[in-house]
């Protein structure tokens, strides 16, 4: 069965540091999607993709985040200048047509 | 504006016992909804899903009716397992700009099954 994959498990960064989260949709889906969760929090929306263009984007999705397709399979999160609050799980998500989102298992990302 | 209120958890229960997870939900116009599940080290999974009032969604053993009158989700099991064991996250959908969508995710229930 198809899945959303992602990579790395486990980032481990300093503040101030730029990394990069990636993300595989399934591959015939063409909404993509990033959440994150703080720990003990709830999951939340942080953008949408399509079209190789942002549809929206949350408050938390500042000029700090960014979003990318790079080469039509990966899709990437971006933060450029990592804070102690950007530490959270953050899953990606793509769907086909219909309601349902499809979720990769997550990166957690600790700043330190 | 939107929300989704879970009961909050952990809920612990012997095996074979029988299972609610209680989900409200405030939503402007007709949401889809949704139950995930989390195992532990995984990604979020969808469990099942209702598009419409009346709908009842099921999976593994797992079913949810859609409540437009009571504006609830209540997840229920006849006879968990110990691998049951999870997270459980309830989600509406909403419109979004473009006629895209984004989930609403409730904080989510742990629930621990005990031989």
């Known amino acids: 069965e198809p899945e959303v994959t992602q990579t790395p498990s486990h980032q481990v960064t300093q503040m101030g540091q730029e990394v990069i989260l990636r993300c595989v949709p399934i591959s015939n889906h063409l909404y993509f999607y990033w959440y994150r969760q703080i720990l003990g929090q709830k999951v939340e929306f942080l953008v949408s993709f399509y079209n190789n263009e942002i549809s929206e984007k949350s408050e938390i999705f500042d000029d700090q985040f960014s979003v990318e397709r790079p080469d039509g399979s990966n899709f990437t999160l971006k933060i450029r200048s990592t804070k102690l609050e950007d530490s959270a799980m953050y899953f990606c998500?793509?769907?086909?047509?219909?309601?349902?989102?499809?979720f990769g298992p997550g990166t957690r990302l600790t700043v330190t | 504006g939107n929300s989704v209120t879970q009961m909050e958890g952990p809920v612990t229960l012997s095996e074979e016992a029988f299972l609610t997870i209680n989900c409200t939900y405030t939503?402007?116009?007709?949401?889809?909804l949704f139950w995930y599940v989390q195992y532990p080290g995984e990604g979020l999974q969808l469990l099942l899903k209702?598009?419409?009032?009346?709908d009842k969604g099921s999976n593994k053993g797992f079913e949810a009716t859609y409540r437009k009158e009571t504006t609830s989700f209540h997840l229920e099991k006849g006879s968990v397992q110990v691998s049951d064991s999870a997270v459980y996250f309830c989600a509406l959908s909403v419109p979004i700009s473009g006629g895209y969508n984004k989930l609403i995710f409730g904080a989510g229930t742990r629930l621990a099954v005990h031989p």
């Open positions: 209702a598009t419409k009032a009346d």
């Open positions: 939503a402007t116009g007709y949401p889809s």
């Open positions: 998500a793509s769907r086909q047509g219909a309601h349902e989102q499809y």
